[in-house]
């Protein structure tokens, strides 16, 4: 009875210090020890980070937004320590699995001049859509600008560096549709 309660009080503290940030929650999240969720701000704009109904976001999982946005429908599972930048503006649909150690980006640098610093030029916002059903592996790396369609399977260790069309099953470094889900 004991245990119960005090998960009950930890998860309700965590929650309330994501939302004094600016997070936004549905019911029942689950929100493990280290998770970082971080809306900032960037560039004067402000960022948001929004989970739907049941997310579950392993221990250390990163959700930073800045100055962007990070959409999690209802019902995903984030795994541990898994990266996901929203500068550009990252949205994940409704009962997607993300396995440990993946990595979603929405922005790039560009490369300047030599002579130039890469610092000092300015992000490539790139927004990056992960549809509804999706199920990454473990390490899988998705670039900016990518659209990962409803219902795709991408092995571990993956890069996606071009879109995916629904259903398909993907692997490789670049990922490669090498067949679809019957």
Avoid at 26 to 43: F, I, K, S, T, Y
Avoid at 44 to 70: E, K
Wanted: charged share 20%.
């Amino acid at each position: 009875m004991f245990r119960v309660t005090w998960s009950r009080a930890v998860q309700a503290a965590r929650r309330a210090r994501f939302a004094w940030a600016g997070a936004e929650f549905g019911a029942g999240c689950d929100l493990a020890r280290g998770v970082v969720l971080a809306p900032g701000v960037r560039n004067g704009r402000r960022g948001r980070v929004t989970l739907g109904s049941n997310v579950s976001l392993g221990r250390g999982a990163v959700l930073r937004a800045w100055g962007g946005s990070v959409a999690v429908g209802a019902n995903v599972f984030v795994g541990e320590y898994t990266v996901v930048y929203g500068h550009g503006g990252v949205s994940i649909g409704d009962d997607t699995l993300i396995a440990p150690h993946c990595r979603i980006l929405s922005s790039n640098h560009t490369i300047p001049p030599r002579g130039e610093r890469i610092r000092h030029h300015p992000d490539v916002l790139l927004p990056t859509a992960i549809g509804r059903d999706v199920w990454l592996g473990a390490g899988v790396t998705v670039l900016g600008g990518v659209t990962i369609g409803d219902g795709c399977v991408v092995a571990a260790g993956a890069v996606v560096a071009r879109d995916l069309p629904a259903y398909a099953v993907a692997a490789g470094v670049p990922a490669k549709t090498f067949r679809f889900r019957e």
